[in-house]
C-alpha cells in the first residue's frame, strides 16, 4: 500500500461551552471552598476531563467569578483569547436549583429557529447542559440546601459578534455560546482543508470505494451507525470544505459518496454553495419556501420561513405541519440534484438527513 506522506497535526482547541462549563465549575469550587482554584478539571459534553486555567477570579461568602480564556487552537475563531467569565451566587432556600442567565457580551435570542427560546440567551443547549452538569458536580453538597444562579458574561462579546453573522440570526447584544463535544477542530484552515482531501485519498488507498462526507462530530456518529458496515476509513468529516472532498474523490475515483448533514448545511449544499462556511453565504431561505410551497405549506408559513434567516425554522415549522419527513426529503433530492449536475457520472451519491439530536429523518439516492 502507497503511503500518503504525514502532515503537521493540528492544534485542537476548545469550544466558548467547555470555558464557560470550566469557569462557572470553577467559580462553584470557589463558594464551596471559600476560594476559586488556579485550575480546574471539567467535564466535556465528549466525556473527556480536561484541566483549564484560571485567568482570574474573586470570591465572596454568597458569590464568586471565575475567568477561563477560550484557545481556539489552530481555528481562527473570532472568539479566540475570549474571557469567558462565570459569576455563581447562592439562592438560599431553594435546594437544587441551577438557574442560567447570559450577562453582558453574550447575545440574546430575538428570533426563531435557534431551537433556543426567544428572549433568552444565546446558550446553546448542549453547552447549556454542560455547564449545568459540571456545576452540579462541583456543587453537589451545597445544593442540597440551597440553589445556584449562574451568569455567564463574556466582555467584548459585542465586537467580537459584529465579526459574525450573528444579528442576521436575530441574535443580538454578543456572542453565543457554542459548541457539541467541547473540542474546536480546525475547520477554517488550509491546513484542515489539505487533511480533508488527504482522508479521501486514506479510504482510496485502502480500497474502499465508498467515501462518507460529514460536516461535524455529530454528523459522523450518525453516518457510521447508519452505515456500520464500513470501514471506519471511509468517514472524513469535511467541514466546510465539501467542493475539495468531492474534487478529491473524483480524482481518487471513488465510486460512491455519501453525504450526511442536517437542514443547515445542506441547504447551502443545495442552493450551490460548496463552501459552506457560515462566514461566506447565507441560507438561501427563499428555497425552501419553495420546498415547503410545494408540499402544500399554507402561504402564510411560506412567507415566514422566506423571511426568516435559519434553515432550522423553516424545518420546525413543517414539523409542526406534520410534513417533516417530506420536507427533508425534497431537501436532500434537491442536494442530489445540485452536486451530480456539478459532478456529472463521476459517482453515485446518497444524502443521509439527520435531526439535531442525531435521529435519520430522510435519504435520498442519484439514479
Known amino acids: 500500500m502507497e503511503k500518503i506522506p504525514a502532515k503537521k497535526r493540528l492544534r485542537t482547541g476548545f469550544t466558548t461551552g467547555a470555558c464557560a462549563a470550566a469557569a462557572a465549575s470553577a467559580a462553584v469550587q470557589g463558594l464551596v471552598h471559600g476560594e476559586v482554584p488556579h485550575q480546574v478539571e471539567a467535564l466535556l459534553p465528549n466525556g473527556q476531563r480536561v484541566l483549564f486555567a484560571v485567568a482570574h477570579s474573586q470570591c465572596s461568602a454568597d458569590a464568586a467569578t471565575a475567568v477561563v480564556i477560550k484557545d481556539a487552537g489552530d481555528d481562527p475563531d473570532v472568539t479566540h483569547g475570549a474571557h469567558l467569565t462565570a459569576t455563581v451566587c447562592v439562592l ?45 458536580e462541583a456543587g453537589h453538597a451545597l445544593l442540597e440546601e440551597h440553589g445556584l444562579s449562574v451568569t455567564i458574561s463574556v466582555p467584548g462579546g459585542q465586537d467580537m459578534a459584529k465579526k459574525t453573522l450573528n444579528a442576521r440570526l436575530g441574535i443580538l447584544g454578543g456572542i453565543s455560546i457554542l459548541g457539541t463535544t467541547g473540542i474546536v477542530k480546525p475547520y477554517s484552515t488550509s491546513a484542515f482543508r489539505a487533511s480533508v482531501v488527504q482522508g479521501v ?79 461566506r453565504a447565507e441560507v438561501d ?58 459532478y456529472p457520472e463521476k459517482f453515485t451519491l446518497t444524502v443521509l438527513v439527520c435531526d439535531f439530536d442525531g435521529n435519520k429523518i430522510a435519504e435520498a439516492t442519484s439514479s
Open 92 to 136: 438560599p432556600n431553594q435546594a437544587g436549583c441551577v438557574a442560567l442567565h447570559g450577562g453582558d457580551g453574550v447575545g440574546t435570542v430575538t428570533m426563531p429557529g435557534l431551537g433556543l427560546d426567544v428572549g433568552g440567551p444565546a446558550i446553546n443547549p448542549v453547552p447549556r447542559k454542560n455547564i449545568e452538569t459540571n456545576v452540579r
Open 201 to 279: 485519498q486514506v479510504a482510496a488507498k485502502q480500497g474502499n470505494d465508498t467515501v462518507v462526507l460529514t460536516t461535524g462530530g455529530r454528523t459522523e456518529k450518525f453516518t457510521m451507525a447508519e452505515l456500520p458496515e464500513l470501514h471506519e476509513a471511509c468517514f472524513v468529516q469535511m467541514g466546510d470544505f465539501l467542493r475539495y472532498a468531492l474534487d478529491a474523490a473524483v480524482k481518487c475515483r471513488i465510486k460512491h459518496v455519501v453525504i450526511g448533514g442536517m437542514v443547515g448545511k445542506l441547504t447551502k449544499m443545495a442552493q450551490g454553495e460548496t463552501i459552506t462556511h457560515a462566514g
Open 285 to 342: 431561505t427563499g428555497l425552501l419556501a419553495d420546498i415547503a410551497a410545494s408540499l402544500g405549506a399554507p402561504g402564510e408559513i411560506c412567507t415566514a420561513i422566506r423571511a426568516n434567516e435559519t434553515a432550522r425554522f423553516a424545518g420546525e415549522q413543517m414539523t409542526a405541519l406534520g410534513l417533516s419527513d417530506a420536507f427533508h426529503h425534497a431537501l436532500a433530492q434537491r442536494v442530489v440534484q445540485t452536486l451530480t449536475s456539478r
